[in-house]
């Protein structure tokens, strides 16, 4: 028997109810376990809201409904200088899946000096259900059945921690709006999301935080306004802050805790007036001012890359003695940018370089040149790329590698490019009959600049990896002075590049190659089918960023393109009249469907992520805080590699068991569009890039998984929680 | 137009207070000097214990947090590795006299002998000023000083919140790590936690 029950049951006896296990009560339901648990200062109710019943697509919430006695309280998902949030811990039948509370607008409550956010009277907490497909209704019922361990911890100025057992039965076929008020009043109480802009921020100026928020509603501006920060630990709850009006912009000034152990990128926060609520997510400007020590997160670091067990690479984690670090991270940009040509993400380029092999088969010096045209192509962009990384990220943005592909733009022209690429290797058009002579010769008479560009081409749609010793080099690397960095992404440029250039210089690789001939060209038209599947897959990834609209925007857009490259081989007249129609056409769809090619897709996908849910700021804390490990996978659909993996080793039937048996939490982070809190979460990691995968477990240091991950390995981590 | 409204959240934080926990010292500054009463009436300063590692515990015997980490007998073993350390450990309880957890001190260290812990004083601070000199907020709250009188450690005495014995055994007890690495002359790897439990009951 635990101390807390032991305890539970000696409170009990002397009638000074510390807290009742719910078996003690008979609720509605009777049968053992009920919906209502009464503690001396808590009535517990777990309610439903199911108005059109229980079925796959149909709205289902359920919530613990607590009435405190006077006085009492519970406590906000940020419960301020003390206390403890209220956590529910649902069992549900298979297909039915949780999702968070969707807290209702707390109320700072004065304890003497310190406060806290929390509950007095009744309070609803809300949570929906989602019933997916796989949802069955039992054989011999035709109720749902929840059940819900609840922990909340209420105060007055004593506190006291208690818990309950619920069960609840939901009637699949018929209405539950039993609760339908108290479900109305939460819902109206909880904060309703501001549009993200720019102007919004938070910037970090001594010990104490700026806050400016643009688009609050018209009828708030010139009154007080309660503010409620989601992430705990920041501000000094209690102490006296300043808020004011400047037209329709609200700023406020509020101090820090000199004892803060949150450092977040992203500030979620709350405004409140008159009961109704904005959230508002502020990206954090500045830098936390740092106490004597480390931050917490350095240590982490270190202990996930020793229990990576890479001697060399433990070192990544120092963060004193830069120089070594500077030269760990160089030995890892090499090895990492060599593995770089073996991932999934290098595949087209592969193509292209071995038409330039087979092109120049015949002609030693040609492939000496080209290999280092090539080389300084890709050092040139990946220089390139990490400058503009640096410079973006300096000015305050937070960016990871692969930004590039985050920018649907960038996809797009990519997506044009390699339709344009396929098209002339099918032998559709050459450049000689589209572009003016004079350019015209310059491609096929300049094959040190077509090597040159086709190494800024592998970089654009190789570098959105990360490979093995690559993910903790560009880690390391953006907290390096500039210089160093740039000398970082410039060895991993080399690292990619080296394959070939080794091979250009040794003339045994071209002597292996066939002389030219009449297979060339077949292999040539060969060459095309790579490039369109990757424009298929551009359209793909596309479709993740901007939805079905876009992708097919962007559809319509290459079939244009491809209309205008064809009309230009005609000849004479028709090429003028077919020409200037097929330009018309490009650029009408250009001005009516081009916008959705850049629009953000709707709201993120639902339904199709299985055992998966979305990750989100502080989520891993709170779930490893109630005892479960969580494995979340930092993705994006731009990331080759990324979907290799989640296809393969996430995807099998063995390691998914294993994850069900250690009732491990998945949550998968998207990157495939920008969001600094993963951006900032990456970094707490030392990583700048995805794929990564890293296991969390309460009371270790968080396991940080290969980026080529291997049913193996997987099974073996998880073997060890 | 510009039109700019100054209003002052009193309403909101309350009237005129000056934070305790606003004043309170950052880890890697100097700790508060104080002197209090132990619970035999006997007056302990902090500056007595220079050139030692010291470790501030708040306390109240009153509350289910204290009572998970001295009835897991987790807060004793703290309190004898510190022990073993050569680190000097103060309990200090800054409970106000009108409050129902309040005990005499008479009752407070019968409280204490009765744990069979390794605690140097045990320290009767019914004004509160000391605790809110630190910022100390929760029972417990858990404090560590170098030998030079600077805060190495100010927060949890572990990483999971809760009221749950069974979570002890996964949990990273922060102020043995704490301890650990002061004593080696490492810096403390996490120096400012959350701390958790029941707020103190502090003389308004």
Not at chain 1, 167 to 189: C, E, K, N, Y
Not at chain 1, 400 to 413: D, I, S, Y
Not at chain 1, 479 to 500: C, D, R, T, W
Request: with cysteine; glycine share 10%.
């Amino acid at each position: 028997m635990s101390v807390s029950r032991l305890l539970g049951l000696l409170a009990l006896a002397t009638a000074a109810l510390s807290w009742l296990p719910a078996a003690a009560q008979f609720g509605a339901g009777g049968a053992g376990v009920g919906a209502v648990v009464t503690t001396e200062q808590v009535r517990a109710e777990l309610v439903a809201q199911a108005p059109d019943g229980v079925g796959p697509g149909k709205t289902v919430w359920v919530g613990l409904q607590l009435t405190h006695k006077p006085e009492w309280h519970t406590y906000w998902k940020n419960a301020g200088d003390s206390g403890l949030p209220t956590q529910l811990q649902w069992t549900l039948p298979e297909g039915v899946t949780a999702g968070d509370i969707e807290w209702p607008l707390p109320k700072k409550i004065p304890i003497g000096t310190l406060a806290n956010y929390g509950y007095e009277n009744t309070v609803l907490l809300p949570v929906p259900l989602t019933i997916g497909p796989q949802f069955q209704a039992p054989l011999l019922s035709d109720t749902l059945t929840i059940k819900l361990s609840a922990a909340w911890l209420v105060c007055k100025t004593e506190c006291i921690p208690e818990e309950g057992q619920f069960t609840l039965q939901v009637p699949i076929r018929s209405s539950t709006a039993g609760h339908a008020t108290a479900f109305d009043a939460a819902w109206r109480s909880a904060p309703t999301a501001l549009a993200p802009t720019p102007d919004n921020r938070l910037a970090i100026d001594g010990q104490t935080i700026r806050l400016t928020v643009h688009g609050l509603p018209a009828g708030w501006q010139g009154r007080t306004l309660a503010f409620f920060p989601e992430t705990p630990e920041v501000i000094a709850t209690a102490a006296d802050w300043q808020q004011s009006w400047d037209g329709a912009v609200w700023t406020a000034q509020v101090p820090l805790s000199p004892q803060r152990s949150n450092s977040p990128a992203l500030m979620p926060v709350v405004l409140a007036l008159d009961g109704q609520g904005r959230r508002v997510e502020m990206p954090v400007l500045g830098s936390w001012p740092q106490a004597s020590g480390p931050a917490p997160e350095s240590t982490a670091l270190r202990a996930a890359l020793d229990a990576r067990g890479g001697s060399g690479l433990a070192q990544f984690g120092a963060s004193s003695g830069a120089t070594l670090g500077f030269w760990a991270a160089l030995a890892g940009a090499l090895i990492g940018g060599l593995i770089l040509n073996l991932m999934p993400c290098v595949f087209p380029i592969l193509a292209i370089k071995v038409l330039g092999f087979a092109r120049h088969a015949d002609d030693r010096r040609a492939h000496r040149i080209n290999g280092i045209a090539y080389t300084a192509g890709v050092l040139v962009s990946f220089v390139a790329l990490g400058a503009i990384l640096l410079a973006l990220r300096s000015a305050g943005e937070s960016l990871g590698w692969g930004f590039q592909l985050q920018n649907p733009a960038v996809v797009a022209a990519l997506a044009l490019l390699f339709t344009l690429i396929g098209l002339n290797l099918a032998g559709v058009f050459h450049f000689a009959q589209v572009v003016p002579a004079s350019l015209a010769g310059f491609q096929p008479r300049h094959p040190v600049v077509d090597a040159f560009f086709t190494g800024v081409l592998a970089v654009a749609i190789a570098s959105p990896c990360t490979a093995p010793f690559m993910g903790a080099s560009l880690g390391l690397a953006v907290a390096l002075p500039p210089l160093q960095a740039i000398a970082v992404f410039a060895v991993l440029g080399l690292g990619l590049a080296l394959p070939y250039l080794v091979a250009s210089m040794v003339p045994a690789v071209a002597r292996a190659l066939p002389r030219p001939g009449a297979w060339m060209d077949s292999l040539k038209k060969f060459m095309a089918f790579p490039m369109f599947a990757t424009v298929a897959w551009l359209v793909w990834v596309l479709g993740q960023q901007s939805g079905i609209d876009g992708a097919g925007a962007l559809l319509a857009l290459l079939v244009a393109v491809a209309f205008v490259a064809w009309t230009l081989t005609l000849a004479g007249r028709g090429r003028i009249v077919a020409g200037g129609v097929a330009l018309a056409v490009l650029l009408g769809l250009a001005w009516g469907v081009g916008p959705y090619v850049t629009e953000p897709a709707a709201v993120a996908r639902q339904g199709d992520n299985g055992p998966w849910q979305t990750w989100a700021p502080g989520r891993v804390d709170q779930i490893v805080a109630s005892g479960r490990p969580v494995f979340v996978d930092f993705t994006a659909a731009w990331c080759v590699t990324c979907q290799y993996n989640k296809k393969t080793t996430l995807s099998d039937p063995a390691v998914l068991a294993d994850i069900a048996a250690k009732q491990v939490v998945l949550l998968r982070a998207d990157w495939t569009r920008r969001d600094p809190a993963i951006t900032a979460a990456l970094q707490q990691l030392g990583r700048n890039g995805v794929p990564v995968y890293v296991l969390y477990q309460a009371g270790r240091a968080p396991v940080l998984m290969s980026e080529i991950l291997s049913v193996a390995d997987m099974r073996a981590a998880l073997s060890r929680l | 137009m510009l039109r700019r409204t100054l209003i002052t959240s009193a309403t909101l934080a309350g009237i005129g207070w000056t934070g305790a926990s606003f004043a309170a010292p950052s880890v890697g500054q100097k700790a508060p000097e104080f002197s209090l009463p132990d619970t035999s009436g006997k007056a302990v300063s902090l500056s007595a214990f220079r050139g030692k590692h010291v470790v501030l515990e708040w306390v109240n015997p009153g509350c289910p947090y204290v009572r998970k980490h001295y009835g897991s007998a987790n807060m004793q073993g703290t309190q004898k590795e510190a022990a073993a350390a050569g680190a000097i450990w103060l309990a200090i309880n800054s409970t106000e006299e009108g409050s129902v957890d309040y005990l005499v001190p008479e009752q407070l260290a019968r409280w204490t002998q009765t744990q069979q812990g390794a605690t140097t004083h045990t320290l009767m601070d019914v004004e509160g000023s000391t605790g809110k000199a630190y910022g100390a907020r929760t029972t417990p709250h858990m404090y560590i000083i170098d030998p030079r009188g600077m805060l190495v450690y100010a927060g949890g005495i572990d990483s999971i919140p809760s009221s749950r014995v069974d979570d002890i055994k996964t949990a990273v007890n922060y102020v043995k790590q704490g301890i650990r690495q002061a004593v080696a002359g490492q810096p403390i790897s996490a120096a400012t936690t959350r701390p958790y439990g029941c707020s103190i009951k502090y003389k308004t």
